[in-house]
Structures are given as C-alpha cells and as structure tokens.
C-alpha cells in the first residue's frame, strides 16, 4: 500500500526552527511532484512548497526566505527546513505527492509556535 509518513513537528518559540520529513513508499518516487500543505481548524487548506521531479521549487508568498523545500530521491523523502517561525506558522503540516492521476497525502504533523 502507498503510504506517505510526516515527522519531525513539535512546540517551538517564535524566532525558532523545524525540519519536516516525509517518507513515502510503494511509489517510483523520483517522477512525483511533492508538496507541503498546511492547514488551521476551520480553514482552507494552503499550498505552502513545491518540489519537481527537476528539482524546481515554489513557495507561497509567507513562507518565502524563511522555508526551504528539498528531496532526496535515493531515501524517498521530501524535507521542510522551517527558520523564523512565527505565531500564524501554527497548522497541521501535510504531504502530498501527484504524478497524472494519482495523488496521495499523509496524515500530517501538528506544528505550534508559541511562547
């Protein structure tokens, strides 16, 4: 069975770091597009990073210059560095991973930045 598996969220300060890890399975993981989503209770879910099977990369406009989204294709993981985290960072944090029909998401890790 295709499984996707996120870790690495937690309690953190405002100012501090996080990195995300997503490790999938049972997928020929180099030819998926991975991403990170993130969501609050009550909201939409967000588009936070994107990662092609090229290497290319986006980001929403809030994260820009504090995240960085990266793969290693050998290990079958998707990597979130997470620096300057801030109050309004606070979500559930989900992985996803899309190749023409297929579309697969993990269950997500809850990351809290308060003081």
């Known amino acids: 069975q295709v499984q996707l598996v996120e870790s690495g969220g937690g309690l953190v300060q405002p100012g501090g770091s996080l990195r995300l890890s997503c490790a999938a399975s049972e997928i020929t993981f180099n030819i998926y597009t991975m991403h990170w989503y993130r969501q609050v209770p009550g909201q939409q879910r967000e588009l936070v990073a994107t990662i092609t099977s090229t290497q290319s990369t986006n980001y929403a406009d809030s994260v820009k210059g504090r995240f960085t989204i990266s793969r290693d294709n050998a290990k079958n993981t998707v990597y979130l560095q997470m620096n300057v985290l801030k109050p309004e960072d606070t979500a559930v944090y989900y992985c996803?991973?899309?190749?023409?029909?297929?579309?697969?998401w993990g269950k997500g890790t809850l990351v809290t930045v308060s003081s």
């Open positions: 996803n991973a899309r190749f023409y029909r297929s579309d697969y």
